[in-house]
């Protein structure tokens, strides 16, 4: 069965400082790996897309990492906002446009 | 970018009654369209793939009767509850993939809040 397991489960950070969230998978065939950010009430709104091939990728002070290896894939926020308080959601698919989604990390930003 | 526009954003009724909820792709055209449920604090899940044109496809555990899903154009797909009761009050999303060339993403809609009294 196709999973998607994110660490932790809930993080509180200061604003301006770095974390970095975890998501391993089982999903196979692997095709690519998202990463979206959900505010409370509203959609989720894409991050970041990874396929087999592709180690990294930013966007602005998201870095999402990629080890197709080890089935696992890290997000990276840099100097936190205060904005960037939601949950961040892991998101594999394997070939077909129906994803398997991790339950995802709630962050939250203090000032 | 591709956007995705649901209506309405809440909705509130009684037990026994009937809400359509709506999934436009603004900006371009989508054959097919995913429907969501997520309740609070979990994982959305998927509940049925609508196709333009031909019947959804619904996940396993996901009553057809209950869930109506009609994709009427390339960019409208609506999700009906029937005889909604409390224990489907739920957050429901849609979302649409979009072909960006290399990269195929999901676009999703903002969600409908549903509250059954």
């Known amino acids: 069965k196709n999973q998607v397991e994110q660490s932790p489960q809930s993080l509180i950070i200061l604003e301006g400082k770095n974390c970095t969230l975890q998501?391993?998978?089982?999903?196979?065939?692997?095709?690519?790996l998202r990463w979206y950010k959900q505010d409370t009430g509203r959609g989720p709104v894409s991050l970041t897309i990874?396929?087999?091939?592709?180690n990294t990728k930013s966007n602005g002070r998201y870095t999402a990492t990629l080890d197709a290896d080890t089935k696992q894939s890290s997000l990276h926020i840099t100097a936190s906002q205060l904005s960037d308080s939601a949950s961040y959601i892991c998101?594999?698919?394997?070939?077909?446009?129906?994803?398997?989604f991790g339950r995802g990390t709630s962050l939250i930003v203090h000032p | 970018g591709a956007v995705v526009s649901q209506h309405p954003s809440w909705v509130i009724c009684k037990s026994g009654t009937s809400v359509k909820i709506e999934c436009r792709s603004l900006?371009?055209?989508?054959?097919?369209m995913f429907w969501y449920r997520q309740f609070p604090k979990q994982s959305l899940m998927l509940m049925a793939t609508?196709?333009?044109?031909?019947?959804?496809?619904?996940e396993q555990g996901v009553e057809k009767d209950k869930f109506l899903i009609n994709h009427a154009s390339l960019t409208l797909s609506t999700l009906t509850v029937t005889s909604a009761h409390p224990e489907d009050s739920s957050f429901y999303i849609c979302?649409?993939?979009?072909?960006?060339?290399?990269?195929?993403?999901?676009?999703f809609g903002p969600g409908t809040r549903l509250t059954v009294l």
């Open positions: 979302s649409a993939p979009y072909d960006r060339g290399r990269e195929d993403t999901q676009y």
């Open positions: 998501c391993n998978y089982t999903v196979s065939p692997f095709s690519n």
């Open positions: 990874m396929t087999f091939s592709e």
């Open positions: 998101v594999v698919s394997e070939g077909s446009y129906i994803p398997t």
């Open positions: 900006d371009f055209q989508a054959t097919t």
């Open positions: 609508s196709n333009e044109g031909s019947k959804a496809t619904y």
